[in-house]
């Protein structure tokens, strides 16, 4: 299996880790602010993920750019 690449979001939505790569923020940091229901997640495949449009949300909080596609 190949492994994500954090500069494009799966069709099914980021990874926690993967999102934290992208985001250049530490992954502890992402968990927490999902368990806080900070960040919404949603259960696919045994593993957590952060919707596209959730993703897009952080980064602007962030003042983040979207990464290239």
Same mark, same amino acid.
């Given at each position: ?7 494009? =979001?799966?069709?099914? %939505? ?7 790569? =992208? ?9 927490? =602010? ?11 495949? %045994? ?7 959730? =993703? ?14």
């Amino acid at each position: 299996m190949k492994p994500e690449s954090p500069e494009r =979001a799966p069709r099914i %939505g980021w990874t926690i880790a993967a999102f934290a790569r =992208a985001v250049d923020v530490p992954e502890h940091v992402i968990r927490r =602010a999902c368990r806080r229901g900070d960040i919404a997640t949603v259960r696919f495949a %045994g593993r957590d993920r952060i919707k596209r449009g959730e =993703a897009q949300r952080i980064r602007a909080l962030l003042e983040l750019d979207e990464p290239e596609h």
